[in-house]
């Protein structure tokens, strides 16, 4: 007898088998039912039946291979599993070792402006107190009520810089203050807001000229200077690079000639100069040196510009007084919450006549004032 072919469908196997394959399966049959397992209880009549032995057996290797794949992929299953899960906590052990590596963000480092020291260094108190701000554009300025700080203020002149307004456009309410009676205002030949420089005094001056008698730098309204008794008072809105330093050339022209403009003022009387001077003068001076070598304002040739101011017979107040002082800005970007961050420059200055550095009191940062991009500086002096 011979098994034919079968579908598996159903449960049935599929098996092919010649006369050969059934005369082996009777002469092993006694050997075949010592070694059946369990699940070939049911064909006890094998003996008669070789083929159906011959059958059970397949079914019972088919089920010991389904059984044996089940298996392993329950294994495979179980191991995917637990890879899946030690993934798991490897990445919680990679967040929790990055969330401890991780730092919190500095909180930045601010400048607190000192009470102001009112005995100078010959002991002296200060008659004069004189504040210099960059109001950048005077009109908006009024608008955010820098006036009113002004009036808490009270300097006996008051200079700023960067007014951006010509003479017939000055607003009234800057026009008419009677605390300075005596105005004087500086503004663009050419240019409709750009540049332009103010000084407002209590007492009247000696004499006021405008410029530094040159074309070239008087067409853009920068300088005003008022002759008082004792020393000449210069306010100054210095020529900025520019961005890609297109106008360093411009500014390196102008530096020798407004130095040589204030040698010439100190032979008759000392000076005090004030205004935004568009330099940082060393590393100290600005919060990130290295990235802005190339810029404006720290270019090597500013820097040694104000250097030879410096030599030439003059002193920056501030450093006088605070030689090592850091983080002490005047001026901060609109961009990036530079302000609050106090990523700065200190740009804004009080320079004097050494003849005059008996009677500095003190010179101030007052970065608590807002209104611009730069905030006020006083100077109390004894003159």
């Known amino acids: 007898m011979c098994v034919s072919s079968t579908d598996v469908k159903h449960g049935r196997v599929v098996g092919l088998c010649d006369e050969s394959a059934h005369l082996n399966v009777s002469n092993a049959v006694v050997d075949t039912e010592q070694r059946l397992p369990p699940q070939l209880g049911n064909c006890t009549s094998h003996q008669s039946h070789p083929a159906r032995v011959l059958l059970c057996v397949r079914v019972v290797c088919l089920q010991s291979v389904f059984g044996a794949r089940a298996n392993l992929s329950m294994k495979r299953g179980k191991k995917t599993e637990d890879a899946a899960a030690d993934e798991e906590n490897d990445?919680?052990?990679?967040s929790a070792k990055k969330t401890k590596k991780a730092k919190e963000p500095e909180a930045p480092i601010l400048y607190e402006d000192p009470p102001d020291k009112m005995t100078c260094k010959d002991g002296r108190e200060p008659n004069m107190k004189i504040t210099s701000w960059n109001v950048d554009g005077l009109r908006a300025w009024v608008k955010k009520n820098g006036l009113d700080w002004v009036r808490e203020e009270s300097p006996d002149v008051l200079c700023l810089q960067e007014t951006k307004c010509a003479e017939k456009s000055l607003p009234a309410a800057i026009t008419s203050m009677p605390e300075y009676p005596y105005k004087y205002w500086a503004a663009s030949d050419e240019k409709e807001g750009y540049s332009g420089v103010a000084m407002l005094c209590k007492t009247?001056?000696?004499?006021?000229t405008y410029g530094i008698g040159k074309e070239e730098h008087d067409k853009e309204g920068r300088v005003?200077?008022?002759?008082?008794?004792t020393f000449y008072?210069?306010?100054?809105?210095?020529?900025?690079?520019?961005?890609?330093?297109?106008?360093?050339?411009y500014r390196k022209t102008w530096d020798v000639d407004f130095r040589a403009y204030l040698s010439e003022l100190d032979i008759q009387k000392p000076l005090v100069l004030c205004g935004d001077l568009n330099v940082a003068h060393q590393e100290i001076d600005l919060k990130n040196p290295k990235g802005n070598k190339k810029n404006a304002g720290f270019t090597p040739d500013e820097r040694e510009g104000f250097t030879q101011l410096l030599e030439s017979g003059f002193t920056d107040s501030f450093r006088e007084l605070y030689p090592e002082q850091t983080n002490a800005y005047t001026f901060w970007t609109y961009m990036m919450n530079s302000r609050s961050k106090n990523?700065?420059?200190?740009?804004?200055?009080?320079?004097?006549?050494?003849s005059l550095l008996p009677g500095l009191c003190d010179c101030k940062i007052r970065n608590k004032a807002l209104g611009s991009d730069h905030c006020p500086i006083s100077l109390h002096i004894a003159v």
């Open 224 to 229: 005003i200077t008022a002759e008082f008794p």
């Open 204 to 208: 009247e001056p000696i004499k006021v």
């Open 343 to 354: 990523v700065g420059w200190r740009l804004d200055y009080f320079v004097l006549s050494s």
């Open 233 to 249: 008072l210069v306010t100054a809105y210095v020529p900025n690079s520019g961005r890609g330093l297109v106008r360093l050339d």
């Open 91 to 94: 990445t919680g052990s990679a």
